[in-house]
């Protein structure tokens, strides 16, 4: 069996995935350049700034990152509940890099259609009110992304496929 090169593979699974919310919102998705400290895309498009794997220029996507997972490793809904799991080092990750931004976990285990974790609900202060806490889903600011799907509520979680 011949070696698997993992830098290309995760460059092939961003790229198909840029391609696939670009098909799916009618925005222009690229990938962050070969690392998140990159300076410009292969369209000469300025990255700095940006986190995750994922990015547009569209100002309706500013707030929200991401993240995109390609494994070999089939990836299922009780991975949710053990903690160790490769599954959750993604969501760990996803939470450690999205600062104040929304994200989007977008996992592509080879020969499978892609699928998506994403909070629940998010609990952010309000920019203009400190005190009052705005309450919404990463599904309800971004609907078009999510409009061909049937997410799932699972525990804090919406989980559903892209497509």
């Known amino acids: 069996m011949a070696k698997i090169n993992c830098k290309k593979?995760?460059?092939?699974?961003?790229?198909?995935?840029?391609k696939l919310l670009t098909k799916i919102t009618?925005?222009?998705?690229?990938?962050?350049?070969?690392?998140?400290?990159?300076?410009?895309?292969?369209?000469?498009?300025q990255t700095v700034g940006f986190q995750g794997d994922l990015f547009t220029e569209d100002p309706l996507y500013k707030?929200?990152?991401?993240?995109?997972k390609g494994t070999t490793k089939?990836?299922?809904?009780?991975?949710?509940f053990n903690h160790k799991?490769?599954?959750?080092?993604?969501?760990?990750?996803?939470?450690?890099e999205c600062g104040s931004k929304d994200y989007l976990l977008i996992v592509k285990v080879n020969g499978r259609?892609?699928?998506y974790f994403t909070p629940y609900e998010i609990f952010k202060p309000n920019k203009e009110n400190p005190i009052v806490v705005d309450v919404y889903?990463?599904?309800?600011?971004?609907?078009?992304?999510f409009e061909n799907s049937v997410?799932?509520?699972?525990?804090?979680?919406y989980i559903g496929l892209l497509k």
């Not at 707030?63 to 995109?68: H, R, S, Y």
């Not at 799991?85 to 450690?96: A, F, M, T, V």
């Open 9 to 18: 593979k995760g460059s092939r699974v961003e790229l198909a995935m840029a």
């Open 26 to 45: 009618g925005t222009q998705f690229h990938r962050v350049g070969v690392c998140s400290g990159s300076r410009f895309t292969t369209q000469n498009i």
């Open 63 to 68: 707030d929200l990152m991401v993240e995109v």
């Open 74 to 80: 089939i990836v299922s809904v009780t991975d949710i």
């Open 85 to 96: 799991s490769l599954l959750w080092s993604y969501i760990d990750q996803c939470k450690r």
């Open 113 to 115: 259609t892609p699928f």
């Open 137 to 145: 889903s990463v599904i309800d600011k971004y609907p078009k992304i």
């Open 151 to 157: 997410p799932t509520v699972f525990g804090s979680w």
